[in-house]
């Protein structure tokens, strides 16, 4: 049978075949995750711990470990971001499918949980998890705003070119405000959901001694909330405590890259992503877990 590239030479591939190509690649990394990396995966579950409801918001701060906050725009995934301005100990903010492990990762979904996964032992970290967090989530849905119950991940390993590095992982859930106003929630509780988990992110990320924090454009897109207010949320937080985390880089998608650049900083000289070429699939349910991402033309997740 003809490989992927031959089947699709010369032209683009369809959804349904670059869908089953991240299958079949998600496969392909899982099983070497789980075995070239089963004791450390079982150290950082061992080291795993859950922020439930409203913990993560009241966790003290420690002292400042700068005088300010040194902020980053990039426009390249999380992982490219962590190899490329990662620096100390280093954060990664996995928003994650609130009630299925890697959101549908294995079954060729696409998104920034994906693509987390698809670099890391990230999955299997999620799947061993799953009975303690996913599925005790399973009643807390709240009209797709969810909550900020939270999973902290230790030691998350990422591995690019032959390059493996550690990075801890915060994985919680964006709330999807469209969804939300469709279930009768009311705008202000969309509001308060949104400043709730950006809140999370960063009490968890700095009570944890995160020196470098990677996060997204959290909540933005099909999410549903506007660019300006999750980069307000981020800019009052820094502002109020500064130097709390060392640096944060912004790896958002480049529609909202102007936006975040306006507030934190140009964007820093980058390498191509190798992403996959069928982001143009346009589910975006939950387990798909989608986000809003431009991607150019021709090129494949690894």
Same mark, same amino acid.
């Given at each position: 049978?003809?490989?992927?590239? @031959?089947?699709?030479?010369?032209?683009?591939?369809?959804?349904?075949?670059?869908?089953?190509?991240?299958?079949?690649?998600?496969?392909?990394?899982?099983?070497?995750?789980?075995?070239?990396?089963?004791?450390?995966? &079982?150290?950082?579950?061992?080291?795993?711990?859950?922020?439930?409801?409203?913990?993560?918001? &009241?966790?003290?701060?420690?002292? /400042?470990?700068?005088?300010?906050?040194?902020?980053?725009?990039?426009?390249?995934?999380?992982?490219?971001?962590?190899?490329?301005?990662?620096?100390?100990?280093?954060? +990664?903010?996995? /928003?994650?499918? *609130?009630?299925?492990?890697?959101?549908?990762?294995?079954?060729?979904? *696409?998104?920034?949980?994906?693509?987390?996964?698809?670099?890391?032992?990230?999955?299997?970290?999620?799947?061993?998890?799953?009975?303690?967090?996913?599925?005790?989530?399973?009643?807390?849905?709240?009209?797709?705003?969810?909550?900020?119950?939270?999973?902290?991940?230790?030691?998350?390993?990422?591995?690019?070119?032959?390059?493996?590095?550690?990075?801890?992982?915060?994985?919680?859930?964006?709330?999807?405000?469209?969804?939300?106003?469709?279930?009768?929630?009311?705008?202000?509780?969309?509001?308060? &959901?949104?400043?709730?988990?950006?809140?999370?992110?960063?009490?968890?990320?700095?009570?944890?001694?995160?020196?470098?924090?990677?996060?997204?454009?959290?909540?933005?897109?099909?999410?549903?909330?506007?660019?300006?207010?999750?980069?307000?949320?981020?800019?009052?937080?820094?502002? @109020?405590?500064?130097?709390?985390?060392?640096?944060?880089?912004?790896?958002? /998608?480049?529609?909202?890259?102007?936006?975040?650049?306006?507030?934190?900083?140009?964007?820093? /000289? @980058?390498?191509?992503?190798?992403?996959?070429?069928?982001?143009?699939?346009?589910?975006?349910?939950?387990?798909?877990?989608?986000?809003? +991402?431009?991607?150019? @033309?021709?090129?494949?997740?690894?």
């Amino acid at each position: 049978m003809a490989d992927f590239s @031959e089947r699709t030479a010369g032209r683009r591939p369809s959804r349904d075949e670059a869908r089953e190509e991240r299958r079949r690649e998600a496969a392909r990394h899982t099983g070497l995750m789980r075995a070239a990396f089963a004791a450390e995966t &079982a150290e950082t579950l061992e080291g795993a711990r859950i922020y439930e409801e409203g913990e993560g918001r &009241a966790l003290p701060l420690p002292e /400042p470990m700068a005088e300010v906050t040194e902020t980053r725009v990039v426009t390249s995934f999380a992982p490219e971001a962590l190899y490329h301005h990662g620096a100390g100990k280093c954060v +990664v903010v996995d /928003p994650a499918a *609130f009630t299925r492990p890697g959101g549908a990762y294995e079954d060729g979904a *696409f998104g920034p949980e994906q693509i987390l996964c698809a670099e890391s032992n990230l999955y299997p970290v999620l799947q061993g998890i799953a009975d303690e967090y996913h599925r005790k989530n399973r009643d807390y849905r709240r009209g797709s705003l969810f909550t900020d119950r939270a999973a902290y991940l230790p030691a998350v390993l990422f591995s690019r070119g032959g390059d493996v590095r550690r990075a801890d992982v915060i994985a919680l859930p964006e709330p999807v405000r469209g969804y939300a106003l469709e279930n009768h929630r009311s705008e202000r509780e969309c509001d308060k &959901a949104l400043a709730d988990r950006i809140e999370t992110i960063l009490r968890i990320a700095a009570a944890n001694g995160a020196e470098t924090l990677v996060v997204g454009a959290f909540g933005c897109g099909r999410n549903g909330y506007e660019p300006a207010q999750v980069i307000e949320l981020f800019r009052v937080w820094i502002a @109020e405590h500064p130097g709390s985390i060392a640096r944060i880089v912004f790896a958002v /998608p480049r529609l909202h890259a102007d936006a975040f650049r306006a507030v934190f900083g140009a964007a820093e /000289p @980058e390498r191509p992503v190798a992403v996959s070429a069928a982001a143009e699939d346009d589910s975006h349910g939950e387990d798909e877990d989608w986000r809003d +991402v431009e991607l150019p @033309e021709g090129i494949t997740l690894r």
